[in-house]
């Protein structure tokens, strides 16, 4: 299984921690000074170092002192208190997690069972970089851009530890992906990725969700429920759009950042876990703390290593790179090859694109489907407020004061009607989903009946697309 070493002055704690590690496959030996520590590494280069930062003969940290004597050793460091301090002391030097006196078993298991080397992970950050200067893409992301240069080296220092990251930046810049990264890049790859976002979910159901709640802690609760943090166990969870948390949330928030320990609603009994959390916000997270959005003590203790992406305005010299990416990634789903003409690149580069990577792929898409030939031009690069005609030519129009519903039963029919019935066309042009669009229809159905409405007829008879 591998080797560990041990150093810890504390002989029972010590000789505690051998036995568990023993107990999981690990050959161990344990060391009570730096001397001892040394002597064992010459000894045999273990796998995992487990240290403590206070020795009898000096700092646990001179061993990092030592030229290779930990280059290729896992290093988790053993401390009295888990403080912003500690993560910015572990994230310096290199190691990959921490354990907190008197130590989370489950979390040392956790940690056993994801030993890795560090030369693996270089290695891995080294094809991802020699991929970067072939093709522009770095795993998940693309752009040769400055700014997204900073962000792949970033990741790449972030992934391999275990402190937590608060990711800034526009809605659609692709906060999820970063994080996502950061899971596949750690230590924690095989256990789950699991990504919540706080503004979709209900206050009032916001605890349950995240802590879990025991039978009977409240109306309606039927069963036992385990929130986020126990399915997530051993592994990452993003806490996407962190400002919408309740307060109070994050005060226990907090706790578990601080403990690793948790209740569900309703119990008295805490639960350990063992998550990395990875949080993000498109706010400013200064503004929010001035504005009671986020308590500034969780802010402090979320933003250890923090990640800014760029809105795609000011990396416009990527959007060529990524409106390939995303056109080749659906010509292989359709089946049919299709590329950009050189007055389409330059119409994407000259839009600000305030939806920022998300919108762009979302255009992708749809100059895709409304584009019959091989060849993309800026014909259907309307980035104004779309003008929809009838199959006459006229403009739709319609009261002020029209109810909201009736005004958009009156531009999706006209669309269709314009497009010849073509449903997929009519979806891309409204830009919305074509399940929206049958939906949309089959109510039009339901409400006038289908003998006074042959568009809502024909979506009845027809659920597969044109």
């Known amino acids: ?112 069972s994801r030993v890795m080397r560090p030369s693996a992970l270089q290695a891995e950050i080294a094809d991802l970089r020699a991929e970067y200067e072939r093709t522009g893409r770095f795993g998940l992301l693309w752009g040769r851009s400055p700014a997204m240069q900073r962000v792949y080296e970033q990741i ?28 596949d890049l750690s230590r924690r790859r095989k256990q789950p990725f699991l990504a919540v976002n706080c503004g979709a979910i209900s206050p009032h159901l916001m605890e349950s969700e995240i802590f879990g709640h025991e039978k009977g802690s409240f109306t309606g609760a039927d069963r036992q429920h385990l929130g986020f943090f126990e399915r997530a166990h051993g592994g990452t969870l993003f806490l996407d759009e962190i400002t919408e948390m309740p307060a109070e949330l994050q005060v226990k928030l907090l706790r578990v950042l601080e403990t690793g320990t948790f209740m569900r609603v ?17 706010r400013v997270p200064e503004q929010a703390v001035s504005q009671g959005k986020l308590r500034e003590d969780l802010l402090y203790r979320l933003n250890v290593f923090p990640i800014h992406l760029p809105p795609l305005s000011d990396r416009r010299e990527d959007i060529p790179l990524l409106a390939e990416h995303f056109l080749q990634d659906i010509c292989k789903r359709e089946g049919q090859h299709k590329r950009f003409n050189q007055a389409a690149i330059e119409r994407m580069q000259g839009y600000r694109w305030p939806g920022n990577v998300r919108e762009l792929r979302n255009v992708v898409q749809r100059i895709y489907l409304m584009e019959e030939g091989n060849e993309i031009g800026d014909t259907w690069l309307q980035f104004d407020a779309p003008k929809v005609v009838t199959a006459q030519g006229e403009f739709v129009t319609v009261k002020v004061g029209t109810p909201l519903a009736q005004a958009e039963r009156t531009l999706i029919l006209a669309t269709l009607q314009r497009f010849g019935n073509h449903k997929e066309k009519t979806a891309a042009a409204l830009g919305i989903s074509l399940k929206t669009l049958y939906n949309r229809l089959k109510e039009y159905a339901h409400e006038s009946g289908a003998a006074h409405d042959p568009h809502a007829a024909d979506a009845t008879q027809d659920s597969s697309p044109t």
């Open 1 to 112: 299984m591998g080797h560990a070493l041990v150093v810890e002055d504390h002989a029972d704690s010590a000789e505690m921690m051998a036995a568990l590690i023993a107990a999981e496959g690990f050959t161990v030996a344990t060391a009570k000074n730096l001397r001892e520590a040394r002597r064992q590494l010459a000894l045999q280069t273990p796998d995992i170092v487990l240290l403590d930062l206070m020795l009898p003969d000096g700092s646990g940290m001179e061993l990092f002192d030592q030229p290779n004597a930990l280059a290729n050793t896992e290093v988790v460091l053993i401390t009295g208190h888990a403080s912003l301090e500690t993560s910015i002391q572990a994230l310096r030097l290199g190691a990959a997690d921490y354990l907190v006196k008197p130590f989370n078993i489950k979390q040392l298991q956790g940690i056993l």
């Open 156 to 183: 790449a220092r972030v992934a391999g530890t275990a402190v937590t990251v608060l990711v800034t930046g526009e809605s659609g810049t692709g906060k999820e992906v970063v994080a996502r990264m950061v899971h």
């Open 266 to 282: 309703g119990s008295t009994q805490s639960q350990e876990t063992d998550v990395r959390v990875i949080a993000a916000t498109n």
